[in-house]
């Protein structure tokens, strides 16, 4: 007999920070800096150490490891992360879960905010007076507030 409501048995999301296909994947190793990097948040680099994404330039995001020591008792999310002096994988070019800190609908452009998630891209009418985000890739899926929505990201 097949499950006519699968939704209500397994969330469709894989989690965050996993990939969403492996259609064109390329990612980066680097080491993680002081305070940790959680799964699926947005990374800085400075000096070739990666950190959560606050106000510098975006590098990519950080991929979701299949192994934890330990969450902790009482984490309702489940969030890992890597440890400080830890080797991270950073997707540079693919689709992968991420979490929204806004509602989002597929195919709007994507922005890496100071949370280390991410949001809506507003690209301004008049530039000289109102700068646009920087745009980072696209959401894939629509989600809101607090939820996972894919995004395709391809950089250099």
Do not use: C
Not at 29 to 36: A, E, I, K, Q, T
Not at 69 to 78: F, L, R, S, T, W
């Amino acid at each position: 007999m097949t499950i006519p409501y699968p939704e209500k048995y397994m969330k469709p999301e894989l989690g965050i920070g996993k990939l969403a296909n492996y259609q064109g994947v390329q990612a980066d190793s680097l080491v993680v800096g002081v305070g940790g990097l959680g799964f699926g948040v947005g990374v800085q680099v400075t000096e070739d150490v990666a950190t959560t994404y606050k106000d510098g330039q975006f590098y990519g995001i950080s991929y979701a490891k299949n192994y934890v020591e330990e969450i902790p008792y009482g984490d309702a999310e489940k969030v890992g992360k890597y440890k400080e002096h830890e080797m991270v994988p950073i997707l540079r070019k693919g689709a992968i879960w991420v979490k929204v800190d806004e509602d989002v609908l597929a195919g709007e452009n994507a922005k890496a905010l100071s949370t280390g998630n991410f949001g809506k891209a507003t690209i301004s009418s008049d530039p000289a007076t109102t700068p646009s985000d920087t745009v980072i890739g696209t959401f894939k899926t629509s989600a809101s507030a607090g939820s996972l929505a894919v995004l395709q990201i391809n950089l250099p």
